[in-house]
């Protein structure tokens, strides 16, 4: 048949997307636009060469990391620790957190090299169910909620300037940040070139920004502006601490995304872990400094009352020329958002891999060789959590089912040492770091429940809604005959709408 022919000469092309998309940073950082993806001579099966110096490790982490949070998180952290210096104790403290966490995963992802990171080392140690849940916690909770929050933020930053003097409406900024993803949508089934140029163009402007506040910050504080720094009013309650923890850790949240493509990482046992410790320490250093520069000119009070504080900033330090930081900041979220479309695709394609994923989500455009099912997923789900237009609700949202099922990842470290003692395991990492991250994981979790019992309540819903769709579709294995032709008839529909194919000439499987 001709669409087989079509398959079979663009099976290479197709799968390197597939395989590749989901690491924007890895095509940025490669600069020809390779993904390091090859094909063998027999079924148009990619292997990905590992291209990838510890510089391109570390530009992952850090082009990870660095995108909304850092213009976000500062009023929440503040709004529950009540001072600037312990909303600052918090800021490092999140980033020492992560960096354990990071650590943990670099035995992790020597040891268990399958795709999929996380989700690939709960699979290989509690199994097929454990797995599900992390994966749909990431498809269908973090991922898409993490898009709408920095939809929301470049909305904000936007309007902000039309509405100096109060909050942009709220149907105004929903509004906005709607149009914001499907332009990105539009881009992101275009052409993956496009998409991995806006990324490009967008983290520098992120960079840019954050080194213009930095750098007037630190003049300021060289001309004494300290005013702000005391303990006054600190909030010391365990369940606040634990609330400010969400909004600093969602500002780190990304320190993982290395793990997604070890693959592609060169001497990765010498590697992995020198990128994680210059990454992560690099990252805390430029977030606490930009919280340094906030509180040199902003009081507690105009930070906890401004919904876009770099804006606030901006008009209190360079007057005239205020307009450029919420211009730099929309092109810095702008480029978040992209992000996220571009990396979604990789962890579709390993839950599909593994048989827990719909298989149209895998499928490649056949004219323009993106993987247009999965952009349109996570937009249309994205769009979904806009109905919220409270993004510190959004935020602890993430915040619990990002750091529980990252939790049970790390969990696996100290299980697999008891269950798989023969393991090689080039990076072997000291028992006290997965102990303490367990600890600080259950800190972060469970108390919330108590100071925050709606938003975590609608997690813990939302992560057990899993358990049904599990049953159904995965674990159930005798499915009536009509049913799977009808989910076989959805996919062949949804391929022809859609326009496309698979890597593999093969029927669809429910």
Same mark, same amino acid.
């Given at each position: ?17 597939? $395989? ?29 060469? &590992? ?6 490790? %570390? ?36 980033? +020492? ?8 995963? &670099? ?34 909770? #973090?991922?898409? %909620? ?17 509405? /100096?003097? %109060?909050?942009?409406? @709220? ?16 881009? $992101?089934?275009?052409? #993956? ?10 983290? !520098? ?7 213009? =506040?930095?750098?007037?910050?630190? !003049?300021?504080?060289? *001309? ?28 780190? $949240?990304?320190?993982?995304?290395? $793990? ?12 992995? /872990? ?7 320490? +690099? ?43 919420? #211009? ?35 499928? =490649? ?5 993106? /993987? ?6 996570? &937009? ?5 959590? +806009? ?24 969990? %696996? ?16 990492? /000291?028992?006290?770091?997965?102990? #303490?991250? +367990? ?10 429940? !108590?100071?925050?019992?709606? @938003? ?5 819903? *939302? ?48």
């Amino acid at each position: 048949m001709e669409t087989e022919s079509l398959n079979r000469k663009n099976s290479s092309r197709k799968s390197s997307i597939v $395989n590749g998309n989901g690491d924007a940073s890895t095509k940025l950082t490669n600069g020809d636009g390779d993904n390091g993806g090859g094909a063998d001579a027999g079924g148009g099966e990619v292997t990905l060469k &590992a291209k990838m110096s510890l510089l391109n490790g %570390c530009t992952v982490i850090v082009g990870s990391i660095i995108g909304s949070g850092i213009f976000v998180s500062p009023t929440g952290v503040l709004m529950y620790t009540g001072s600037v210096n312990l909303a600052l104790i918090v800021w490092v403290l999140s980033g +020492l957190f992560s960096m354990v966490g990071a650590y943990c995963y &670099a035995e992790l992802g020597t040891m268990i090299t399958k795709s999929g990171a996380d989700y690939a080392y709960i699979m290989e140690t509690f199994g097929p169910f454990m797995a599900f849940i992390r994966l749909w916690i990431e498809c269908m909770i #973090v991922r898409p %909620c993490s898009q709408a929050i920095v939809a929301l933020t470049f909305s904000t930053y936007v309007l902000k300037p039309f509405f /100096p003097e %109060c909050t942009p409406p @709220e149907d105004a900024s929903r509004l906005l940040a709607v149009c914001c993803i499907l332009v990105l949508t539009l881009i $992101n089934c275009w052409d #993956v070139k496009w998409a991995t140029a806006v990324q490009d163009i967008f983290t !520098y402007a992120k960079l840019f920004a954050l080194f213009i =506040i930095i750098a007037t910050g630190m !003049y300021q504080l060289y *001309m004494g502006n300290v005013k702000y720094f005391t303990f006054d009013n600190s909030d010391t309650k365990v369940t606040s601490l634990a609330l400010s923890f969400y909004s600093g850790l969602f500002a780190y $949240n990304g320190w993982n995304y290395l $793990n997604f493509i070890i693959e592609e990482l060169k001497d990765p046992v010498k590697n992995l /872990p020198r990128a994680i410790a210059i990454s992560c320490t +690099l990252v805390t250093v430029v977030y606490v400094l930009a919280n340094v520069s906030f509180y040199t000119i902003l009081s507690p009070e105009e930070v906890l009352g401004s919904s876009a504080v770099a804006v606030t900033y901006a008009e209190r330090a360079f007057g005239m020329l205020a307009w450029t930081i919420p #211009v730099f900041v929309a092109l810095s979220t702008f480029g978040a958002v992209n992000g996220i479309l571009l990396t979604s695709s990789r962890l579709f394609y390993a839950g599909a891999n593994e048989g827990q994923m719909p298989e149209i989500l895998t499928m =490649i455009q056949i004219q323009r060789f993106t /993987p247009t099912p999965a952009v349109l997923a996570m &937009a249309f789900l994205s769009m979904l959590y +806009l109905t919220v237009s409270d993004i510190f609700a959004l935020i602890n949202y993430v915040g619990f089912a990002t750091w529980l099922s990252i939790g049970v990842a790390v969990l %696996c470290l100290p299980w697999l040492r008891w269950a798989q003692p023969n393991l090689p395991r080039p990076i072997r990492v /000291p028992l006290v770091f997965p102990i #303490v991250y +367990l600890i600080a994981t259950i800190f972060v979790t469970v108390v919330p429940m !108590y100071a925050s019992p709606v @938003e975590t309540g609608y997690g813990i819903l *939302m992560i057990l809604s899993s358990i049904p769709v599990y049953a159904v579709f995965i674990a159930w294995k005798n499915k009536p005959i009509w049913f799977q032709k009808s989910m076989v008839s959805l996919t062949h529909f949804l391929q022809k709408l859609l326009m496309v194919l698979g890597k593999q000439t093969k029927p669809a499987q429910v």
